[in-house]
């Protein structure tokens, strides 16, 4: 079964500044992976979603970089801004389930500092 | 556009009583619809999914059921609450097509006391 960890759970970082979110998963044979935002006290918003044939999405100020053969993804955020303050999640398919069965990871908080 | 709608947003039910949380899917037909609940401290995880009126599949064992009675319908229930049963609910749905992303509701907030 597909296990996903993030690390660090938490993150706090002064506004301007680059960061990265790190995702691993267990099973290589992955065929996509997603990156999602979650505010306080709400649903989850998909930021990215990377096929297996890919290796990077990119939307904005975010860029999601996807490795197979390592079992590793990372969430980058450019400049980061005080509204990017949430918690980030990335989840790969749970196989033998429909695609919307997802593993997640427990997320990492960010908070970005004014 | 398609938008995704689940209620209440909030509750509190004492412990024993029966639960019924709703969601609905507009701007689209035969979606797959899932149930998911996130547990202080604990990632989502997925209780149910629908891939079509009637057809429920249970990921993992409890106190809940769920049901499709229309296409773009999903009730989560239970008839009598544990206190293991607080959490935030999430519904979700995808396309049936594969390789889409998946659109999360606001949730719903339980608190069993």
């Known amino acids: 079964k597909q296990e996903v960890t993030q690390i660090p759970a938490a993150l706090s970082v002064p506004e301007g500044e680059n960061l990265v979110l790190n995702c691993s998963f267990t099973?290589?044979?992955?065929?996509?992976l997603q990156w999602f935002r979650q505010d306080p006290g709400k649903g989850l918003t998909s930021l990215l979603l990377?096929?297996?044939?890919?290796r990077e999405q990119t939307s904005g100020r975010l860029n999601a970089s996807l490795d197979k053969s390592s079992g590793r993804s990372t969430l980058y955020i450019a400049a980061s801004q005080p509204g990017d303050s949430a918690t980030y999640l990335c989840?790969?398919?749970?196989?033998?389930?429909?695609?919307?069965?997802?593993?997640f990871g427990k997320g990492t908080k960010l908070s970005v500092k004014p | 556009s398609q938008t995704i709608h689940q209620w209440p947003a909030t509750l509190v039910q004492p412990v024993g009583s029966p639960l019924s949380l709703e969601c609905t899917v507009e701007g689209t037909s035969n979606p797959n619809l899932y149930w998911y609940r996130q547990a202080a401290g604990r990632g989502l995880q997925l209780l149910f999914y629908?891939?079509?009126?009637?057809?429920i599949s249970s990921e993992v064992p409890q106190n809940l059921s769920a049901s499709r009675p229309q296409d773009r319908q999903f009730i989560l229930s239970s008839k009598k609450l544990l206190l293991s049963d607080s959490g935030f609910y999430l519904c979700?749905?995808?396309?049936?097509?594969?390789?889409?992303?998946?659109?999360f509701g606001e949730g719903s907030w339980l608190t069993v006391v």
């Open positions: 979700a749905w995808t396309p049936t097509r594969p390789g889409n992303t998946i659109y």
């Open positions: 099973d290589s044979a992955i065929y996509n």
């Open positions: 990377i096929q297996s044939s890919q």
């Open positions: 989840a790969g398919p749970n196989y033998g389930g429909s695609q919307g069965n997802l593993i």
């Open positions: 629908s891939v079509g009126i009637g057809q």
